[in-house]
Each structure stands twice: as C-alpha cells, then as structure tokens.
C-alpha cells in the first residue's frame, strides 16, 4: 500500500456539507481526502436553494448551530474570495391575518439572540413596495442571507486542493475496511484508500453508507420543488415568506406542504420555493405543486403573475425523524463521524457544522453542546 | 413580390414602426431595418433575431408591459406598445 | 380521441391519416399557422408563385381545415403533460390562457430546430440561423439582409441558399464543411430515393443559374459586423445563415417518460415501434423527433402513426435508408471547435464564454455538462440550453479527453418544461379543476 492512499482522514460527499468539513478538517492539520461517486455539488446541493436562514428556526439546538454558522458562512466568504453570490440580503416574515403567532415566535427568537424587527404595514411596503395590500405586519430579519450553494461547495473544495487536500469525483465508495469495529478505510470504484477517521456526509445517502460500514442511521428523503422565473430587473429585495413556512418546516406529516419563499437572485431570476414531500427518491413532476407554489407567490407579489415559469426542478432533502442534523461520532463504529441530515436548512448550517464536528475529531471543546446532534439517539447508547 | 399595404402600426421604443397583417413584431422590424432588438443583460451587447421560430429567445423585448416576449412569435397588433 | 401536438408535415399527415378512419383528432401547433418549420409560406394575399413541395402540403392544409373531425388548436403552447390511468393529460397554454386536452393516444409532431455551431461573432445581429432566414422570408416575405454567406453542414442550407438569392438577395457563398462525394459511399440512400437524387440535380442547377458558389469543406473562422473569415481571408456581407444539422425538440417525450436514444451521430431523439408507438403504449411520435430524414420522411411517419397502417413501411425504410445516409455524409466532427476563442460566447442567454467553462472544469472540478452549468450558468437563461446544451457537453467532454456517453446526450436533451407558462396561468388553474 503506498502512501498515497493514507490520509488523516477521509470525508465520503461532495456537497456543501463535505466540502465545509474538509476544509475545517484541513485548517485543523489534517490530510484529507474527499471522495464523490459524482461531480462536485452533483447531490442536493446541486438541487436546492441557497438560503442562510435564521428566521425559520425556533429558539433551540438548531437555531444556535445556525447563528454560529452564519457567522462562519461571512468568514469561509472572505477566506475563499466572494465567489460565490454571498449576501446578508436580509427576511421578511409577512402574516396575512392574525399577527400573534409570528409576534410571539419573533420575541422568543430575540431573546435567543436572533435579530428580529416586528415590522407594521407602512415599513413592510418600505422594505417590498411590490407586496399585495392586506399585509399589515411582519418581521424583518436582517441576519437572513444567501449564497450560490453550488459554486460554494465547489470554491471551498479548490481551497481545500490549494491547501494540499485532494479531491477526487467520479469515485463511489462500495465498502469499508473495519478492523474489531474500527474503521481503516475504504473500497472504492477506484481503489482503496486508507484514514484512521472517516466523516460520512452523503447526505440523503448517508443511510446507506452507515449500512456499508455495519451501522445505522434513518435519514431518508424529502422532496421539494423550486420554481425559476425569466430573469428580471428587481422587484424583490429580500427572502419573502409567508408566517406558516415555518409551520410546514418543523412539521413531520407525510403529505404535501407548500410554503412560499420568494427570492430575487444576483442573476435576474426569481426562485419560488419551496413545497416539502415524503414520497421516496420518486421524481415526478407535480404539477398540482407547481401550481400551489405559484399561486402563493403571485398571491404574496400580484406583480409575478405576467412573470414566465422557465423551469422547475427538485430535490431530496435528507432528514432525520427529529429533524435535526446527526453530526457526532457513531456509537458502533469507532472513526466513523457523521455529519448528515441537515434537511431544509443544510446549507446555512453548513459551516457550523463543519466546525462541530472538526473540534469533536481533534478533540478540542466545542463552542456549543453537541448532544442533541449525536447518532446516539439514534443507536441506542447513551448521548 | 406584390406586398399588401402596411396596415398595421405600434411603436418600438417610441418610434411608430408599420406592420402588414400577419407579420411578426421581429419581422416587422427587420423589415424597418432595425436589426437590434435589444441590449444584452449582463454585457450590453445587442441582439437581433437568431433562430426566428421561438427556440432561442434571443429576440426577446417588452411587449404592452410584459417583459421576455419572443418576438420571432407574436404578430403585430395595432397599437401595441414594445421596447427593448 | 387523439391528440398530436404539431402541425408540420409530420403532425399534418397524422391528423389527417387519423380522421380518414373516422377518429376525433385535436391538432396543437404553437405558432398561429400550419405547416411547422418547413412547409411556410405566405398568405394567399401576397399572391406568390407557390413552391414544388405545395401541392401535398396543400392537400393536407385542405384535408385539415375542412375535416369536421379535425379541431385546430393554433397559438397554442403544451407546457406539461401526464399519463394518468390510460389517459393523456396535455396542459396547453392557448392565447395565454391554461386548458386541458385528454386523449387517449398522443402523437408527438414537435419537430427539430437548426443546430448551430459557436464561432467568435456568431453573437453578431446579422448572424443568424439559415432556419431564421429561411422563415423570415417564407412566413413573412422579409429579406432581413441584402449579401448574404451561408454556411454549415447538410442540403437543408440548399433550398435556403437559393430561396435567398431568387428573393433578390445576393448570395456570396456557400460553406459546405463536408463534402457530398461521400454519398458515393452511401449510394444506396440514394438509388433507393431517387427523387432525392432528382433534388440534387435540381438545386444543384439552380445554384448555378443563380450564380452561388459552393465551397466544400470549409467552413467559417470568426463573423465581424462587416464580413467573415474564410481561410484567413475576409469575405464581405451583411448576413450569415448558419445551420448544422437539427437538433429535435423531445421535451415532451422525456417528460412523459418516453425512450429516448442516441442515432449514430449523437443526435439524441425518440425511440419508435414499427407503427412510431413509443415505450409509452398510447404514446406515438412521428417526424424530425424520431430523427432527422426531411420532409417526405416525416409525412410517412406520421401517416402511419396516424393510422397504425402498414401500407407505408416500405416506403419509410427507403427514406430512413436516406435519412442515414445524411448522417454519414455530413457528419459534424469536434474539428468546430478549434475556431473557438477564450472569450467566445457559448451560452448566449448567459452569456458564459469558453473560458469560463474551462475554469469551471479546471479549477471548480466539473466533471459534466450538468456541473458545468451549475457552475457558470451555461443553458440556465431563457432558453434553458436549447442552443447551447449539446455544444456544452462536447466542450466539456473534448476538454476532459473523453467521450459523451448516450445517457449525458440524453440529459441535454430533456428539460421539465416544454413551454413556459406564466405563474398568473399556473396558479389560476388550481380553481380550474383539471
Ligand atoms: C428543494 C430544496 C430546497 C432547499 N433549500 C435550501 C435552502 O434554501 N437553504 C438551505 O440551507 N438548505 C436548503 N436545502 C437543503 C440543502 O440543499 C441540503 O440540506 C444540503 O444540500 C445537504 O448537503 P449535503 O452535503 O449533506 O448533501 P449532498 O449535497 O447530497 O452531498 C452528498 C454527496 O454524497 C455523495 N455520495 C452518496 N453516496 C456516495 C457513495 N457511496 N460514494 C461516494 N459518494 C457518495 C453524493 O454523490 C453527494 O454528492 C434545500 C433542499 C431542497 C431539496
Ligand atoms: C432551414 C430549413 C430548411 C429545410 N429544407 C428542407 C428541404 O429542402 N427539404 C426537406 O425535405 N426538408 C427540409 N427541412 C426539414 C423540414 O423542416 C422537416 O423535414 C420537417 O419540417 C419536419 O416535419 P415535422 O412535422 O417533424 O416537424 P416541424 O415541421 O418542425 O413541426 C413541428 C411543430 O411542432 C410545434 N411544436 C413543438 N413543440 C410544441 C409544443 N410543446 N406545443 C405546441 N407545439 C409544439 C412546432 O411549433 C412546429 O410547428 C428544412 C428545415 C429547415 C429548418
């Protein structure tokens, strides 16, 4: 075996969860190796929004993980160069009718730390003139922001290579070489490769590559689709949703769930998502959840309505059944870290995952409780 | 070629351009020898027609307000109001 | 009932063949006339002598519009469909409005558009595809230069060329990047068509009596807005018409599910039964969407897709023979791609050049079309890389040293949506109960 195929460690994903950990690992002094059975960014990251949100979480494990990782996201942004359409850009929760709720969920979030600004009818039109009449309150969340989450996975993972790291596409992990329930390695399409740590971030895959190394997590797949409108001068300003998104996010039912979030990107077009289904890896086109998420965004911004549908495309969001992220070391297998299930939110928690999860590798204290993240509820053991 | 009379008129970019029924708003212009439909998005270069049925959309203008209409597509009717 | 989305030769024929047995047909095209992309022409008012392909595309014009079992969908746009329960659901967008059309069986017609090939100052107004030209001219009597050079591959540029000139147009030149002495290796194409044979002879004549020259094997370096380069030498012009081939319009066929397969010269299109049946029973295609063989080919294809008849098939063997005899003999090798500059423009909604999806792949690690467009935007505008996808994916491919395989042609070739409908339609028709 020669040493080119031994690495400190090696990161199994390619998306922007892999990518932000491998650079957090190299940072750290190790070597690594980053192996994807596709392209870079060819997974969910690949299929989804770019939103680094705040807004949507309650006051909790979740939500401290995000704050950090927003913050991580404007460092990783001046360390790579802005590359990547990073942006504060700012959300606006609007309520249609009966504003408690969101008053209520705003507040508690302000204690958190959150930034949140209740907003009245008159500011609310300050900050989206093109919003329809009858909405008289809503929050401002200016901490909410937004990347190109492609171009980010694949800008980290240069800066990885240019600080001697190596990324290798087209290789697909089939196995892994375990010695008295410890990883040494793995077997791939092309060839074995050696590390005393291996970090699974594949993502809506990461069930089965615990399967692979005997062990087991439940995360399975979520649908959603995005809707692309013709590119246009800006009518949006910011992330504009409805106050029930949030609702729909934290919500475990099957069925389907619509939620709009309008969103102007740098390149002209709108993006209009997004709806949440559990129906398998099934691809299908929807249209009645087309149609859904179109009426709630023409009925939040009446000016869409002439706007042209180019395109729609979706995604499979890995979760977890408590929807929250498994970032930890598994409990059978010894080496084998975790970093998956980030669901809806995997971009924005990206970097501060990838930190956790590093400070757990090389043994250094954690700038949060990693507990509620830990495989462990998962595989019986205690946390 | 016997042409019928120009019967129609709109404006584009506030010139009153004559159409014959049945043209395109394209045609009509290029008929007018305007040859530029439009400025491109991200580095102002001009644009004409392409493709001429509908698949490139690079002749793209503003028509009565609505923004990306395929010119190569959408007959003239009178009155009508297209810009760049 | 049956629905056929197009209304070419191929969709023309179908509905027509369909009738004739005494079935309910519905006839979508976009566009506001018949006759799709070659079978334009003026309105009778401009009173035009009416070209040697009229008189059968004039039948089926007759046929059609006097039918009573024919109903004409026109300006009309199929933006999705499904096949739900042994049922078709079309969704087609008509002067802007949403409906439904559910048939039983579906005929896709949709045709081809002209493949064109990137060379610095293709982006120029003034370069133009020859189907632009041709149907500027033939669809609305506009001449939209006055000295023109064609260029490309294949005897489409032909009738274009000539079209042209004997519209009073100045024709500088024809650039023919291959040369047709190879049908001597495909002589069975022909002897199998002679009337193909008879075209030839024809065109071949009038480009003479026209004054065209015809130059083989070459092809253009680069368009300024004066002029092209050849050879290293400048031709003057005020027009060029480029065309290299077709690409077919399958969104539909993916969309519904359908088979699709990659023809020898990479061209991707629908893979058909003997009688044009799909992989999708109930779902048939006929014409340019099943490759590209011209006109008469297409005719027969969709009256046997129309009729399920037999009669037919041995004239569309003869014609297919042909069909693939074009493919041999004006092949379109990666040598286009040498004209390419760093700053060429590729995608030309986005304006993406070659060297951003050289850096996509060299320093961001694009293995693919799909990852070079999620880098650098390349077929992400308007027209969602109906122009630029299967040029993309050769670049990306060449650059790596590689092949494209059949499964990423086929990718290029698939889009979810074959039409954009806006989201005020979109969402109005959750209170239309389809
Ligand atoms: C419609 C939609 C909208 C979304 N919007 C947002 C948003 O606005 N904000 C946000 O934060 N998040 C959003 N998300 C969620 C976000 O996209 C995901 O949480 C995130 O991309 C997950 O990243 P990942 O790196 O874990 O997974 P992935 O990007 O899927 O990466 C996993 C990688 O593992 C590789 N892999 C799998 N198996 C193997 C194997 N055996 N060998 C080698 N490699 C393998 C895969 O090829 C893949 O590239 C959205 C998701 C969807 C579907
Ligand atoms: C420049 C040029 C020159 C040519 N010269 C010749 C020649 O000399 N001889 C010859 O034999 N052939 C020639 N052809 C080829 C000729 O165009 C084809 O053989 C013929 O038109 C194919 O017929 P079709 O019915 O398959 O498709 P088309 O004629 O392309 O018709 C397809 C129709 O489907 C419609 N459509 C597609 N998608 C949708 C949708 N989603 N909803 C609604 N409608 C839709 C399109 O608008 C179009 O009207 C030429 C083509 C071009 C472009």
Redesign the interface.
Known sequence: MTSQNNFDAIVIGAGIVGATTSLALTKAGLRVLVLDRGPVAGGTTGAGEGNILVSDKEPGPELELALMSRDLWFELGDDVGDSFELEAKGGVVVSRGDDTALRDFAKRQQSAGVNAQLVDGNELRKLEPHLAPGMNSGAFYPQDSQCQPMLAAAQILKRVRERGGIVKTGTMVTKFVIVSNRVKGVETSEGIFNAPTIVNAAGTWAGEISKLAGSFLPIAPRKGFILVT???PQIINHKVYDSDYVANVASGEADLQTSTVVEGTRS?TILIGASRERVGFDGSMNIDVLRRLAAQATSLFPILR???LLRAYRGFRPYAPDHLPVIGEDSLIAGLWHSAGHEGAGIGLAPGSARLLTEQITGRSSFMDASPFSPRRFQGGSA | ????EKSLAFTFNGVRIEA?E???I??AL??SEI??LRK????N??????????????C?VTVN????QRS??I?VVEGMVVSS | MIAIVGAGPAGLSAAVAAAKLGQQVILID???RLGG?YWRHL?S????GRPPYFAKAQELFDEVLSNPLITRFSNAHVWQAEKKAEQFNLYVVRNGVEEIVKAEKVILATGA??R?LPFPGW???????A??????LK????L?GKKFVIAGTGPFLLPVATGLAA?GAEVVGLYEANNPLRWILNLHGLILNPSKIREGIYFLKKLRSLGIKVHYGKEIQSAVSDGVLVDGKKIECDTVAIGSGFVP?LSLAGILGAKLKVGADGTVVVDVDQNQQTSIPGLYAAGESTGIGGSSLAVLEGEIAGSTRKGKRLARWRAQVFATGLQRVYPVSNKWQSALTPQTILC????VSLADIHGAIDELGAQDGRSAKLFTRAGM???QG??CGRNVSEIVACHLSRDLTAEERINTAQRPLAAPISLGELGDGLEKNF
């Open positions: 013709a590119p246009m002209g002439d706007v042209q | 070629m016997k042409r019928p014959i049945g043209q395109t394209a045609a290029l008929a040859n530029v491109t998005r991200l580095k270069e001009p644009r004409s027609i392409f493709c001429g049925i509908g698949i490139c959309w690079d793209v307000g609505v923004t990306n190569c597509l007959e | 976009s566009s506001p992309q309105p008012n401009w009173g035009v558009y002209d064109a982006d120029l107004p003034g370069v133009m595809t189907g632009a030209a041709q149907s500027m669809s609305h009597g506009v939209v519209a319009e030309r909604c986005e304006e505008g308007l027209c109906r122009v």
